[in-house]
């Protein structure tokens, strides 16, 4: 077993008292910082970023060596399982992500590859063990996956798109293409989630951007049911079951109680659902992770000081508490306000 | 007083008990209709066609003539007030609204002139007399505008963002701007709003897209204090207290029972929300409006009434209910869908 210098986060996501809540920052490496922005001029975009494991694990190392962060996160993206799929993964600069091909009907489902992680995913396995190797023990390192039904709205939609018309219209046009779609995501996130732990990762997360878009009646059958079987298939296995799942499904605070009845350790709020109401409803099960305005990280230090300490009297002196934003950090988030939010947690 | 042929509407927003529940469609009139697509292109751009009266009256007329629906909605715009204080709006194709000047400073606020209803914006009242004319009080005529905050949003980012992060940064940073631009929207929108009641609307809708981008804290203050006091200022004035107010916070559901205290007599729901909830949680107090998926009317006639159905079934005998999207029709949704959606609804 690694020894860790920081133990808070893993501490927390048992719901055992910590000196002070454990913070880290969605997307914490990336584009405010200066050093990212260095090297991605001089190594290359994004998806090369992403899939050289010495470069990912640069960029996870870089807010560690200015923050006293408590924990690492895996640099990578949601949608690395549909590009292992072949569906052909681009970022054009300021547009987001865009596939070669989309997923239109039962026939393009079907002619899915299964993925093979250890092939098809091996540099992201690799950049954890480096990045294991490089951080020593001195913070838990987090591994992530897009939910089954995020992935899904990309594969459909093709790119990015405020709504993902598309990929709701499957949803009532034919589900059972949806369905089927779904079904092969859970295994290949099964088995990519598996492959970070086996690697190294200490804890895994479940971003799940676009659940917020369902019905409530399309919610638990679309995002929850995949997310909840994959981490069935963790839990079941010796292997996997004891690191901590942390499920954040953007936008849909309405279905709390159920994310809490799904079996993950942690459940992440995003910054427009208020801290309390989220431990009274779901705080004797879970953690709760969350839940500052990106926003804020723009006015002053005195302020976020002042917005820190009011989240952590909101939340109170119980256990399972993670301090972090309610999205990724924005990407001119001055430095400064940073170190202030840190420090802030820090000083309790 | 204008005698009614359909009243639907009108008494289902007095809690009156009604023969069937009354429907209309956010973004009735519009594309998804081809003599809209053709009017289009015969007579200009989007612009043009709100600050045509006699466009804009036809374009308003246009679903009536096709549906059996229980009211008729002005075609404009929610940043025709923006537009009248010289920020310079346009519309490119695909892209969405886009003003040649933004908001950044308290200087920029100052800057913007007092708006003269009868002046700058006469267009939208002759539109409301001309539909009226038409209309002959076959069914009541809604009339519109943005909240403080949704306007704000679009003034401060000088177009759609699907974050709206310059706006949200002005909350932290500068709300003392924030708030003087709110004041002059208050100001705005109360003379707007009094200008198409007198003009004739029967019910006006306040449009708050982007209520739900704020945090628990500031959601009260820039969004819903705003269209509370627009309130307020409508039902203290005799020529206005009459007339119907529908309040739509998208993505808000959180906030439902200080929404419910507003003054408005009804409160849309989007569609990730359950109507049933909102049923317990404020309509013992306003009428509620919403709330079927968007999505839903590209599957089939027989899903449509199944769910139309359940909608009915979930809201239950209870007066109240305003049947609509959750959110605006969407560009490619078939006829007969909508078709079918209506008639369900009449059919009960």
């Not at 133990?7 to 990212?36: F, H, I, N, S």
């Not at 091996?122 to 951080?135: G, K, N, S, T």
């Not at 006015?299 to 909101?314: D, G, M, Q, Y």
């Amino acid at each position: 077993m690694t020894q860790y210098n920081n133990t808070r986060l893993l501490q927390a996501l048992k719901r055992q008292p910590v000196d002070v809540p454990p913070v880290w920052l969605m997307r914490q490496a990336g584009r405010y910082l200066p050093e990212y922005r260095a090297l991605r001029t001089k190594a290359g975009d994004f998806l090369t970023l992403c899939q050289t494991p010495q470069l990912a694990t640069e960029i996870t190392l870089q807010p560690l060596r200015r923050f006293d962060l408590d924990a690492a996160i895996l640099f990578s993206d949601i949608l690395t399982i549909p590009h292992a799929m072949g569906l052909g993964l681009s970022f054009q600069e300021g547009e987001g992500p865009q596939f070669a091909k989309r997923i239109e009907t039962a026939r393009d489902v079907k002619a899915l590859p299964i993925l093979e992680v250890e092939e098809n995913l091996d540099y992201v396995l690799e950049a954890v063990r480096m990045i294991q190797q490089e951080l020593q023990g001195r913070v838990p390192l987090i591994g992530f996956a897009g939910s089954p039904w995020t992935v899904a709205c990309y594969m459909i939609e093709g790119s990015s798109h405020k709504n993902f018309i598309n990929a709701r219209k499957m949803a009532y046009q034919a589900p059972e293409v949806l369905t089927a779609l779904l079904e092969k995501l859970i295994t290949a996130t099964t088995a990519y989630l598996k492959g970070q732990i086996l690697a190294g990762v200490d804890v895994v997360m479940l971003f799940d951007t676009w659940g917020g878009l369902l019905t409530p009646a399309h919610y638990p059958l679309f995002s929850l049911t995949p997310m909840q079987k994959i981490i069935t298939n963790l839990k079941a296995d010796p292997n996997t079951a004891n690191t901590p799942i942390i499920l954040f499904s953007k936008g849909a605070v309405s279905h709390l109680e159920v994310m809490a009845d799904s079996g993950a350790d942690a459940l992440g709020l995003d910054w427009t659902s208020a801290l309390s109401a989220a431990r009274t409803r779901v705080g004797a099960k879970v953690c709760v992770q969350g839940n500052l305005d990106p926003a804020l990280l723009f006015s002053t230090p005195e302020k976020i000081k002042a917005a820190v300490k009011s989240v952590l009297n909101e939340w109170g002196p119980h256990p399972g508490l993670i301090v972090n934003l309610g999205h990724g950090i924005e990407q001119h988030t001055p430095i400064e306000n940073v170190q202030a939010l840190i420090a802030a947690v820090h000083e309790g």
